[in-house]
């Protein structure tokens, strides 16, 4: 018991650094200082995406659900649970690569916000 409910822990902190990977920017509008926890994991998102890697999450959940009795499921985090949620295929190769793009687009537009926010603001 104790191993599945941290499995399902592993879950929801994989689950909430994937959004904060997708959108954690949006931190850094109001708290400068969230852009050094932010960029390294956008960045690490990405890799993981364009490399077609497994995030390390994914097989620390799988060993949890596995020592706690239950069966641990194949390929990575993103496929067993975001994609279902997103699309009713699995996840192809393109797909992680239109991914990593999204996380890289959706962040140098807030990032370019951020810059317009702090030229914008100087120059009041």
Do not use: S
């Not at 904060?20 to 926890?37: D, P, S, Y």
């Not at 393109?94 to 140098?108: A, K, P, R, Y």
Request: some cysteine.
């Amino acid at each position: 018991m104790l191993f599945q409910i941290l499995a399902d822990l592993v879950v929801i902190i994989h689950f909430a650094f994937v959004i904060f990977v997708v959108g954690g920017g949006l931190f850094a509008l109001k708290w400068r200082k969230a852009i050094f926890l932010h960029l390294p994991a956008a960045i690490w998102g990405a890799l993981i995406e364009f490399a077609g890697w497994i995030c390390p999450l994914t097989p620390l959940e799988n060993w949890l659900r596995r020592q706690g009795g239950a069966r641990d499921y194949p390929g990575d985090f993103v496929n067993h649970y975001i994609m279902p949620i997103l699309y009713l295929q699995g996840l192809t190769r393109g797909v992680q690569v239109v991914l990593g793009m999204l996380v890289i687009v959706i962040n140098i537009v807030i990032y370019g916000c951020l810059v317009w926010k702090k030229d914008h603001h100087f120059h009041k």
